[in-house]
């Protein structure tokens, strides 16, 4: 078990260590971490030493974070995602993935993305999920089973989507108390959160919610439902004040990105307790998308440096979903580092692109990700050589409409099933907008390398 090698090798006294005094012991931890790694260099090496190199400025934005995420969260939760997600998700993770990889010849992914339901209790502006109802469900057993089969490849980060999962948080909370070696993120509405699920929270451990926000509350009522906005708060609230970590959620579009990345909203979500934000790109899918939400080039622009600047100066974590691809190496859905599973069992490359050949009913997970749709992204990726250009849909959309009609794959879409020809159709002209700025910025990045596109 995983569980009684770090045992072997004194987890728990490089813990005692960081509950004594974190600003000095946290180097010890990092030795201690050095030595479960071993000698490869390779092997998050250089993640390992820009780690040690924040340890090293206390006046960084990123040392500050370290010290409020320690400070601020329950020490006992703390440690369990210390494991679960540092250890586990990654180091002991990213072997046995590696290992499956080399066996099978195909992805594997770092993280599954499931939808527990199709079920919500809000109807929001332009979410697809809203207009399934509640009719599917992935069961205990299949959840389950999902994320036993993900173990056995070295998968331990499961994240929520849907629907409004915490409808199934019963359920939910089980899950993390039978599979306690893994971490659980939950994209959600918060508006189901109150003082008996944050009782939950601290005893289980293993499970952050990621927070929808819209930005200002007249923007997020607007889209949400009036009052949403406030519940929201209080979720955030009970959550601060039971010292439990969470983050915020964010999808830009040509109408709101200048609001949900000002300075006063990073100051917001910062004094909320938000240890995260992640930021999505709009995506013109379904029937009834309005592609006018798209950003302009210049647009997504500004959201590129803003993400970046913020990420230099806040003391919190910012990720943007579309134009961080040169951190991971172009796109990673179709199971290179992700891939989802909706409500009716479909598994899908991508959370945005609903088409899919394989039914985890039917399949197992291994044989989903050896697929032909799946395999199709395994052999084309990356997609683009410019990974400021990432996405089959988006950026390079006559990729996705061939691999759909070669693979016979389907739309899962199920209230108003596109076809691959109409989704791209709506993203050809945004690819041919956004391909001179990515290209200038891309080109910046990678000659002067110290301006990462900022010129």
């Not at 040690?52 to 020490?75: F, H």
């Not at 509350?217 to 439902?225: C, L, P, V």
């Not at 970590?245 to 830009?252: A, E, I, K, L, T």
């Not at 050896?370 to 992204?377: D, E, G, Q, T, V």
């Amino acid at each position: 078990m995983i569980s009684d090698t770090l045992k072997r090798m004194g987890i728990s006294t490089a813990y005692d260590f960081i509950d004594k005094n974190p600003e000095q012991n946290l180097p010890k931890l990092m030795e201690w971490v050095d030595r479960f790694a071993g000698d490869d260099p390779e092997y998050f090496g250089p993640q390992r030493a820009a780690f040690r190199k924040i340890l090293d400025d206390p006046s960084s934005n990123w040392y500050q974070l370290i010290m409020r995420i320690l400070r601020e969260t329950d020490r006992e939760l703390l440690k369990t995602v210390f494991t679960n997600f540092f250890l586990n998700a990654n180091l002991v993770g990213w072997k046995k993935q590696d290992a499956a990889r080399l066996a099978y010849g195909c992805n594997i992914p770092w993280a599954i993305l499931l939808d527990p339901t199709s079920a919500c209790n809000l109807h929001c502006t332009g979410c697809w999920a809203a207009e399934y109802g509640n009719r599917l469900n992935l069961s205990f057993d299949e959840i389950d089973s999902i994320i036993t089969q993900g173990k056995e490849l070295g998968v331990y980060m499961y994240i929520y989507t849907g629907g409004e999962p915490l409808v199934r948080k019963k359920d939910l909370i089980a899950l993390c108390e039978k599979h306690d070696d893994c971490v659980f993120l939950a994209f959600t509405n918060a508006t189901l959160i109150d003082e008996a699920f944050a009782a939950e929270l601290l005893r289980v451990k293993n499970f952050i919610p990621a927070i929808s926000v819209e930005g200002d509350e007249a923007s997020h009522d607007a889209r949400r439902g009036a009052g949403s906005y406030a519940k929201v708060v209080r979720a955030m609230n009970i959550l601060k004040a039971n010292r439990l970590p969470f983050g915020v959620s964010c999808c830009y579009t040509s109408q709101n990105l200048e609001s949900i990345s000002s300075e006063a909203f990073y100051d917001q979500m910062i004094a909320w307790g938000a240890a995260f934000v992640w930021y999505f790109h709009y995506m013109p899918v379904g029937n009834d998308a309005v592609p006018a939400l798209l950003p302009s080039p210049s647009q997504r622009e500004y959201m590129y440096r803003k993400i970046r600047h913020f990420r230099e100066s806040k003391a919190i974590f910012g990720m943007d979903f579309q134009n961080d691809g040169e951190f991971v190496g172009g796109r990673i859905a179709g199971g290179r580092r992700y891939l989802h599973i909706n409500a009716g069992g479909d598994v899908d490359p991508c959370v945005f692109i609903h088409y899919s050949d394989s039914n985890i009913r039917e399949k197992s997970l291994l044989d989903c990700l050896r697929s032909p749709l799946f395999m199709a992204y395994h052999d084309g990726q990356p997609f683009n050589e410019n990974h400021l250009r990432p996405c089959p849909m988006l950026e390079n959309p006559e990729k996705l409409e061939a691999m759909v009609r070669a693979t016979g794959a389907h739309s899962t879409d199920l209230q108003s099933p596109e076809t691959a020809e109409h989704l791209c159709a709506k993203c050809a002209p945004y690819a041919v907008s956004w391909t001179p700025t990515a290209d200038r910025l891309w080109a910046c990045s990678h000659s002067c390398g110290s301006c990462g596109g900022r010129q």
